[in-house]
């Protein structure tokens, strides 16, 4: 795993903003599935619900694609397994909307509120700019890793 080795306890995965092939969330989602087959995930956690909204659209399973991932393959060689294997063979202009849909994600529910707003609390209780999941994910990661909020 030498290549593509990835240690999450010394760095976090890339923001769910970053897009492969289209898809936001793709590249977070390799980073941790690679940092998992190398037992460097630290605190995070491949397939986790963020990652099931992706694979539910890509029409990929987790088990697959971190099967993919242990052949040391590079992104884009991931993203043409993708293409090809995905049940749901999204056109690029669905793939645009998805990833502007997850984007702009923020609580909708009241549970989702309550957790959304502890955990702002706990990172930055000063920041007003932090509305939805990606902003809160963007700053756990850089405050984890000694960001000052």
Same mark, same amino acid.
């Given at each position: 795993? &030498?290549? =593509?080795? =990835?240690?999450?306890?010394?760095? $976090?995965?890339? /923001?769910? @903003?970053?897009?492969?092939?289209?898809?936001?969330?793709?590249?977070?989602?390799? !980073?941790?599935?690679? #940092?998992?087959? *190398?037992?460097?995930?630290? !605190?995070?956690?491949?397939?986790? $619900?963020?990652?099931?909204?992706? =694979?539910?659209?890509?029409?990929? /399973?987790? +088990?697959?694609?971190? &099967? +993919?991932? #242990?052949?040391?393959?590079?992104?884009?060689?991931?993203?043409?397994?993708?293409?090809?294997?995905?049940?749901?063979?999204? *056109?690029?202009?669905?793939? *645009? &909307?998805?990833?502007? /849909?997850?984007?702009? @994600?923020? $609580?909708?529910? #009241?549970?989702?509120?309550?957790?959304?707003?502890?955990?702002?609390?706990?990172? #930055? $209780?000063?920041?007003?700019?932090?509305?939805?999941? =990606?902003?809160?994910?963007?700053?756990?990661?850089?405050?984890?890793?000694?960001? @000052?909020?």
């Amino acid at each position: 795993m &030498a290549l =593509f080795f =990835f240690d999450l306890t010394q760095r $976090p995965p890339r /923001s769910p @903003r970053v897009r492969l092939g289209g898809y936001v969330c793709l590249p977070r989602l390799l !980073d941790k599935g690679r #940092a998992q087959l *190398a037992g460097k995930a630290g !605190d995070y956690r491949y397939n986790c $619900p963020l990652d099931q909204r992706w =694979f539910s659209f890509a029409g990929i /399973s987790a +088990e697959l694609l971190l &099967a +993919e991932l #242990a052949k040391e393959r590079g992104d884009g060689e991931i993203l043409s397994w993708i293409d090809e294997t995905s049940s749901t063979r999204r *056109a690029p202009w669905e793939i *645009a &909307a998805w990833s502007a /849909s997850m984007e702009s @994600r923020s $609580p909708g529910d #009241a549970e989702s509120h309550q957790i959304f707003f502890e955990r702002l609390q706990k990172l #930055a $209780p000063h920041r007003e700019d932090i509305v939805g999941w =990606f902003d809160l994910l963007d700053l756990d990661d850089y405050v984890s890793f000694g960001g @000052r909020p």
